[in-house]
């Protein structure tokens, strides 16, 4: 019932910066969190950034003083200023979110977008 479409991503080099887009739509009448999470090959899905409803944000060590996560909750999306990045940024970025629907509570991923960060 809802739907996440992931953009922004692409190759940068390192130092660069990207700006990553994730829209809901569907049925969703509220949102609570709305987080990034990315999978290196190979790899585990990390939490990178999580915000809430209110604005309260939390990030992974790794990218503190170089991601903002920010919400336009009006467009019913998030976003992931990245900025400094590094080749250990290189991963597919996947957008989350959780709410609710018909006092029914919901949680669906995007497709994902790739990010790579040449060195």
């Known amino acids: 019932q809802v739907q996440l479409v992931e953009s922004g991503g692409g190759l940068v080099q390192a130092g660069g910066s990207l700006r990553l887009s994730c829209a809901a739509s569907?049925?969703?009448?509220?949102?609570?969190?709305m987080g990034w999470y990315r999978q290196a090959p190979g790899k585990q899905r990390d939490l990178v950034a999580v915000?809430?409803?209110?604005?309260?944000?939390t990030y992974a060590d790794s990218v503190k003083g170089r991601f903002t996560i920010s919400r336009d909750n009006a467009r019913n999306t998030v976003y992931l200023q990245m900025t400094s990045l590094k080749p250990e940024d290189t991963a597919v970025y996947y957008c989350?979110?959780?709410?609710?629907?018909?006092?029914?509570?919901?949680?669906?991923w995007g497709r994902g977008t790739q990010v790579t960060v040449s060195s």
């Open positions: 989350n979110a959780d709410g609710r629907s018909n006092l029914k509570p919901w949680n669906y």
């Open positions: 569907g049925s969703i009448f509220r949102i609570n969190d």
């Open positions: 915000i809430s409803s209110g604005g309260r944000t």
